[in-house]
């Protein structure tokens, strides 16, 4: 870490923490209210798997070198995309 951070003079990531251990954000510069919304709906869906699949799964996902994620995610992108182009 080059230098020292602006605001601590600290020259290590352990000194910026007891700095900031110490002290808050309000005692340094203006502070301004802000509002913003946030959506806490999760981007993610979870199914259900047979845990003999599971399994198949997490193997071909280490020979390939890739996450089980990864793997589930393209093979049902290629199912969608078959499932389309036979409509």
């Known amino acids: 870490m080059p230098g020292k951070t ?3 003079k600290a020259r290590t990531y352990q000194e910026i923490g007891a700095f900031w251990d110490e002290h808050d954000a ?3 510069g203006e502070q301004t209210e802000v509002e913003f919304e ?3 709906k999760s981007q993610r869906r979870y199914y259900p798997l047979d845990g ?3 399994l198949k799964i997490r193997q ?3 020979e ?3 996450s089980e994620e990864t793997l589930l ?3 049902v992108q290629e199912k969608i995309d078959q499932a389309r182009s036979q409509q």
Do not use: H
């Open 26 to 28: 309000t005692e340094f």
């Open 6 to 8: 602006l605001i601590s």
């Open 73 to 75: 995610n393209l093979w």
């Open 64 to 66: 390939r070198g890739i």
């Open 38 to 40: 946030v959506n806490i």
């Open 52 to 54: 003999y699949l599971s």
């Open 60 to 62: 071909i996902a280490e």
